[in-house]
Structure formats: C-alpha cells, structure tokens
C-alpha cells in the first residue's frame, strides 16, 4: 500500500517536473524569438555591412560556449539567454536586407519564416503528443552536424553552388532531427534538462532551419 | 580569399574543434533505437523534406 502511494507520488513529481521544464522553455523560447526579431529589424534598419553576421554569430557562440554553461543554474542565464540570442537576431540583418531587396524578396523571407514556423510546431507538437523517446538520434545528429561543418568548410574554398544547396539541405533535416531529439528530451529527462540551455538548444535549430530555407528559396527563385 | 571567407572559416574550424569531443561522447553514450524507430524518424524527416520541397515550388 505505501510503496504504491510512494510510486504514484514519485510520478506525480516527475509529470509536474516535465510539464514546468515544457512551459518555462516555451514561454522563454517566445521571448527570446520576439527580441530577436526586434534585433534583425533593428539590423535591417540600420543597413549593417555583411561583416556584423560573421561578428555577431562568432559572439554568440563564445558566449554560448564559455558563458552560458557558467550561469545556466542561475538568474544571470536568462541574460546571456537574451544576449545570444540578441546577437544571432542582428546577425540576420545583413541576410534579410540582402533577401529583401530581391523584386520577390519579402515572399521569400516571408515563406522562410512560414515555413520553419511549420516545421518547428509540427515536429515538436509531434513529439509532445506522443512523447516518444528519439534520444536513439544523439549520436547520428551529432556525426550529422560534424560532416556538415567540415562540407561548409571545404565549400569556402571549392565555391560550389551544388554543394552550397546540398548543405543547406542536410541542415534542415539534421535540425528537424534536433527538434524531435530536444523536445524528448524534455518529455523523458526532465531532471537532467535545464530550461535555459534547452531554450537555447531549440532557438538554435529554428534559427539555423530559417537561414537554410532562406538559402534554397533564394535560390529556387533565381532559377526561375 | 576575402576577410569574409577567411573568417568564416575561422569560425567553422573553431565549431569542429568544439563539437568534435561531443560528437565521440554522443556516439559512444546514444541508446540504440529499434528499427521502427529509425522508420518513424526517418518518415519524419522526409515529411519535412517533402515539404521544403513544395515550398521551393512555390516561389
């Protein structure tokens, strides 16, 4: 009798543990993309020069990687939170103006963000329902995302517009793949998960599906 | 070779050196799925690739 009161009551935490992780990462995630579309219109606005995205990504990933895992535990994360993904928001303002100023350009930039709006809500609210455990996909997703960074690099020097289309390709699935794994995570870790860390975790994958999408619809445009 | 590209490929190498040891820990460390698993994933991640693809049909 006392160890099923104490099971249930163990899995009532743990239901209150994952729905707290869930509606905090969600409800930072929406800050977080609303100021960042503040800073890319605030980019656009004040006609940054190409070199304020290689600045600000490069910023950002230093915070991200010497910064965010320091104060994720604390108050000062959701300002480094902020901060990132300030920085990643203003770095897209030289890629929007550049979109922009295509004759079709705000369908393209409107469609980009459409559509990974649609990719995001469909595969996390997938995962959600369901709460099916994708954490099998960690070690593909990570050999994933190696292979693509050493193409993008090779791609630096080869200049091919193919391999430029097939990167920006395998990125969208391999962050697609990220949303499932994530959003699991929540689900069936949630003691091991912090928010602030997910948020960021999440708001990486939308951001690096809409400059992919951003990349294929330009060029699918100009080849018309 | 422009500042632009020089940079950029600063940054990629940088990503590679810091990815690299988690790449090894996840591989090493990543539960085994079933192949229902992989089948559902990887229908997944075609339905986005499908649908990609009408978006690029529609500009």
């Not at chain 1, 579309?37 to 490069?58: E, N, R």
């Not at chain 1, 991200?64 to 901060?83: C, D, E, K, Q």
């Not at chain 1, 794994?181 to 998960?193: K, L, V």
Request: proline residues 3%.
């Amino acid at each position: 009798m006392n160890e099923d009161v104490l099971s249930q009551s163990v899995a009532q935490s743990s239901t209150l543990a994952t729905n707290k992780l869930i509606r905090n990462t969600y409800s930072l995630l929406s800050m977080t993309l609303i100021f960042s579309a503040m800073t890319a219109a605030a980019s656009v606005y004040l006609s940054m020069p190409p070199m304020t995205y290689l600045i600000c990504i490069g910023l950002a990933f230093v915070m991200m990687w010497l910064v965010l895992p320091r104060t994720a535990n604390s108050g000062a994360g959701l300002g480094v939170t902020f901060a990132i993904t300030g920085l990643m928001g203003f770095a897209l303002g030289p890629i929007l103006s550049m979109y922009l100023a295509l004759p079709n350009g705000s369908s393209i930039v409107g469609l980009a963000l459409g559509g990974t709006g649609t990719i995001f809500l469909g595969l996390s609210g997938y995962a959600l329902m369901t709460r099916k455990d994708f954490s099998f996909m960690g070690g593909f997703l990570m050999v994933g995302m190696l292979t693509v960074l050493v193409a993008a690099l090779a791609n630096i020097f080869l200049q091919m517009p193919a391999l430029q289309i097939a990167i920006s390709s395998v990125v969208i699935m391999i962050m697609s793949g990220f949303i499932l794994f994530d959003t699991s995570r929540m689900i069936n870790n949630p003691q091991q998960t912090n928010y602030i860390m997910m948020t960021v975790s999440l708001y990486l994958n939308i951001f690096n599906i809409f400059v992919s999408l951003l990349q294929l619809l330009g060029i699918a445009s100009s080849d018309d | 070779m422009d500042m632009m590209s020089i940079g950029s490929a600063i940054l990629l190498i940088a990503m590679i050196v810091m990815v690299a040891p988690r790449v090894k820990h996840a591989v090493q460390n990543s539960p085994k799925g079933s192949s229902n698993d992989w089948l559902l994933a990887g229908g997944l991640i075609f339905a986005v690739a499908v649908f990609v693809y009408a978006l690029m049909k529609m500009v």
